[in-house]
């Protein structure tokens, strides 16, 4: 074995490299045979070379103003082809359950009548709008795009950690990750069938477009974001060139008569869909926040005529509260008469007197989450707090019960990470991205693997001191074909030749293409879209 594996000791969590006996998984067997030939200088010379790559890139993460280099480990996490169908079928299932939640409680709230969940699980939700109440979308999709988080325990069972179905951050490093992959380690895709993730943005064009009002032949589809301060706006920038689409804040956009218009140098032209990167409390100063510098005034009243769809629509958080969240197997079975693909994490809902009355004598053994939160902000590990902590924690949860859910403490898997000059097992998690199109359901292959770089964190957002790692799904061997055309478009990483011999991990020469970087109240409300940021990716 080489020196860079030589110290790689799995723990208590689901490995997903080595099993618990010390062999290596199937799907990993190439990647393990190029790591275990590389030497600690040329692992150290690839994440040199990641690193400036994403530098002169403009690849970089906002923490407290200051811009660093987003930070890609160099080791791909593997999802085997039978697996990988088992997360696709379970990301797509809670995606259609969502969606007929949301439009069941804006407009008859049959789950409420029929004893589902109670009425002041939705009405007390800070993301329920009822300025939106009775709007029915053109091709009745409200979630376009979704990001659901899902982890690996122990047994080795996926699991559900959150949904996420307002504004999903964190497709960009989905993409520009496997560019970067492919530029400095070429070989170690020999080999490999490794399902693309180039179609993306045309997958998400195709979605917008089918969501323009009707009569619209060619409709206008525009990127809106914040502003150069928001923390995503490198994902916004880059979802808007990809899709060959317009990049507007809400001083390009003008409401007339129940439509939106663009202003350009020649004149007012007709918007038909806009993907929105904007809370809904900047969206519209004429319903929400008044002071808003980033909305636009009037954009309710357009989209409630049918001028304008918005994706994803307004007052979706309603569905990835994490109160509700607790609610989505039995709404599963309820819409869909489908027992759930995959199971969510055990939680206490702490507004029932008997889960909290558990919880409060276990506090230092959970981990208390606010139902709204973000980013990993407001969380309580139990086992790491202090009893000072701990205390604030018991009165604020006694106080105000619907705000908060309670979790145990789950161990991530681990994948190999390069720390230093060798490779340790570092927990991660899984963000799946789901595109709707009114249709069909179609889920990102792979999705954002995020890895926790410190040792024992189990917090793996970026602003924690988290990255992220390419996450290769493996195409099925020929013999398993369903047969069917294919339906994504050829991508570079896709079987890159099975007669090469096995060699050790090299930095390519060739450079990663450089994407550029594109050039007080308005920063300050930037800086507070929550779903638009990387800060945002975690619990």
Known sequence: MA??????????????????????????????????RSTSDDL??????????????????????????FPLDLVPRVIASPEWEIIEAGVAQRVKALEAFLADIYSDARVIT????????????????????????????????????????????????????????????????????????????????IRPVAGYPTRLLTALRKAAPPGVDEPTVVVLTPGVYNSAYFEHTLLARTMGVELVEGRDLECRRGKVFMRTTAGLRRVDVIYRRIDDDFLDPVHFRSDSMLGVPGLINAVRTGGVALANA???????????????????????????????????????????????????ELVVKPVDGSGGKGIVIGPRATKAELDELRRQVSEDPRGWIAQPVVQLSTVPTLIEDCLQPRHVDLRPFAVNNGEDVWVLPGGLTRVALPEGELVVNSSQGGGSKDTWVLSPPAHRSSGRAPTEPPDQAVDHGRSQPEVPLTVATVPLAVMPKLAESQRQQEDQQQQGSQRSWLC
């Open 44 to 69: 150290r010379m690839i994440a040199e070379s990641l690193a400036n790559n994403y530098t002169q890139a403009g690849v970089t993460f906002d923490v407290g103003g200051v811009e660093r280099p």
């Open 314 to 364: 307004i007052g979706n958080g309603v569905a990835d509260d994490k109160l509700i969240y607790t609610y989505v197997p039995d709404l599963i079975k309820y819409y869909l008469r489908e027992d759930p693909i995959i199971a969510n994490v055990d939680t206490w809902r702490l507004e029932e007197d008997g889960a909290r009355e558990e919880v409060l004598d276990r506090l230092q």
């Open 114 to 193: 029929d004893g589902v969940i109670p009425s002041q699980l939705v009405t007390s939700s800070t993301h329920f709008h009822r300025a939106v109440w009775g709007i029915k979308p053109v091709n009745g999709v409200r979630i376009h795009v979704a990001g659901v988080d899902l982890i690996r325990n122990p047994a080795g069972d996926v699991r559900v950690l959150e949904d996420n179905v307002r504004v999903p951050s964190g497709v960009s490093y989905v993409m520009t990750n496997r560019n970067a992959m492919i530029t400095a380690m070429p070989e170690a895709f020999a080999n490999q069938r």
């Open 3 to 36: 020196d860079v594996l030589s110290s790689y000791r799995t723990g208590d969590a689901f490995d997903e490299m080595m099993d618990p006996e010390g062999s290596v998984r199937p799907s990993y067997q190439a990647v393990y045979s190029a790591l275990s």
